[in-house]
């Protein structure tokens, strides 16, 4: 027997009994016969009971529906096992409830590590990834694209994109692809200035919920690097080609005037071929450094670092320079301690002081002094700071953040006039970085120039 039948027959029990009591006590003074007691306490009971029914069937209702409405949730979350009919539909209802519970949990756990998944993903990508609903309005945001568009931990999402990023090339660009409901990706390349210049490949495509477009997904490239890759090799090609054109075309003047003119004159010779021959050797200059350079850059130079004085390896250069130095009343001055080590490879330290001084020495003027010396390591004995001072022309403070790249020049024609080729001071970094060590310059107008170079004084993991 099932609760509900026991409630409905325990209450019309009840009623009736306590009909049949309040009957029974009213008849007993009258005439009436026992067997219409009976029958009226019959009826009565029957009365009471379809009454009851009827309230419990009203009392239950809520409890069925809510029961239909459990068993349609159930059947939306997949495949299940059936519920065991036992006619009392609040235990059955209880049953449905505490399946539902689980198996909505299980989904919320599923839910939960699909969405760690995918924030761990976008959390990981190195390009930026920004989610735009219909109304222009940011629904996601990586930190990638935060850290291109500066935001920080500012709190973007809900907010327009143009109120979070004030960038009207983004911000048509959005409005470009939402106009176009075609699901081809679309992208462009914007140019961002603040918080500094950078270049970025935008790739856009519809976010499309349930068959229908709900608004963007932008996917942002970095690329400003390879822009300025870019500059950097065509300047690069520009110079090589001027560099190039320039002796050559004055090897080539020179050469075509002694041949289309004959002479019997041996000091013009002489004076056509020296100038040729000048010419030739800056060409020649120029195609070793390239070489070295290149060799730098792509590894295939030899590196073989080793324990070596300092002051012996000054005093090699100082001892190639000091008849250009004589003739220009140059004074080289060597302060090394004889006791300071380096662990480097001679030959390059030796072409990087070589190229040091070659610059000082063309740009410092007659009775000046270049001085070698050493400098406190402030607490970093595993280090040596080699410094070169020289008492030259110095250099414009707007140039020197510039002065090591290639073919730069501060005095473009005097360089030209002294045979330079515009790559010792490249040179010189690359083989100070060669050595995990750096490099600085600085300057100041009429008064010289100061570099210095920090090299490991004992064995490190070179790079």
């Not at 027959?9 to 008849?27: D, K, M, N, T, Y």
């Not at 006791?339 to 040091?356: C, E, G, K, P, T």
């Amino acid at each position: 027997m099932s609760r509900q039948f026991t409630i409905r027959l325990s209450l019309a029990l009840v009623v009736s009994f306590a009909i049949g009591i309040v009957s029974g006590s009213f008849l007993i003074g009258t005439t009436m016969s026992v067997s219409l007691v009976l029958l009226c306490l019959g009826v009565s009971a029957i009365v009471v009971f379809w009454i009851g029914n009827g309230i419990v069937n009203r009392w239950l209702h809520p409890v069925r529906e809510a029961q239909r409405v459990a068993e349609e949730l159930v059947l939306l979350l997949g495949p299940n096992e059936q519920v065991e009919r036992t006619g009392d539909e609040l235990e059955e209802l209880q049953k449905i409830l505490r399946y539902l519970s689980l198996r909505l949990l299980e989904r919320l756990h599923v839910l939960e590590e699909e969405r760690a998944k995918v924030t761990a993903i976008l959390d990981s990508m190195v390009e930026g990834v920004m989610a735009l609903d219909s109304q222009g309005r940011i629904v996601v945001v990586n930190p990638s694209a935060r850290r291109i568009f500066d935001l920080a931990d500012e709190p973007v999402e809900g907010r327009p994109l143009l109120e979070a990023i004030r960038n009207r090339e983004l911000t048509e660009f959005v409005e470009w692809c939402q106009s176009h409901t075609s699901s081809e990706r679309c992208g462009r390349e914007i140019v961002l200035t603040m918080p500094q210049r950078r270049v970025l490949d935008i790739n856009a495509m519809p976010l499309v919920v349930s068959g229908q477009p709900r608004g963007l997904v932008l996917v942002l490239h970095d690329i400003s690097k390879i822009r300025q890759l870019e500059q950097v090799r065509a300047e690069f090609v520009a110079n090589v080609s001027h560099e190039l054109r320039t002796p050559l075309t004055a090897i080539k003047g020179y050469l075509e005037t002694l041949l289309d003119e004959p002479s019997s004159d041996p000091v013009m010779y002489r004076r056509f071929l020296g100038v040729a021959h000048t010419h030739a050797d800056r060409l020649g200059r120029l195609v070793n450094d390239l070489m070295n350079l290149s060799d730098i850059e792509t590894g295939k130079i030899s590196f073989n670092p080793d324990q070596l004085l300092l002051m012996e390896v000054v005093n090699e250069v100082s001892g190639i320079y000091e008849p250009e130095a004589l003739k220009k009343g140059i004074v080289l001055v060597n302060q090394v301690p004889s006791d300071v080590q380096v662990f480097a490879d001679r030959d390059r330290v030796s072409q990087i002081i070589v190229n040091l001084v070659d610059n000082a020495l063309k740009y410092t003027s007659r009775d000046g002094n270049i001085t070698f010396m050493t400098l406190p390591t402030n607490g970093k004995p595993e280090h040596v700071t080699l410094q070169i001072r020289d008492t030259g022309q110095g250099i414009p403070p707007a140039d020197l953040s510039r002065i090591t790249e290639r073919f730069y020049r501060v005095d473009k024609a005097r360089s030209r006039e002294e045979g330079g080729t515009g790559l010792g001071l490249a040179i010189v970094k690359h083989l100070v970085h060669l050595h995990s060590g750096t490099i600085q310059i600085t300057s100041e107008l009429g008064k010289g120039t100061t570099v210095e170079v920090v090299l490991p004084a004992r064995m490190l993991s070179l790079t």
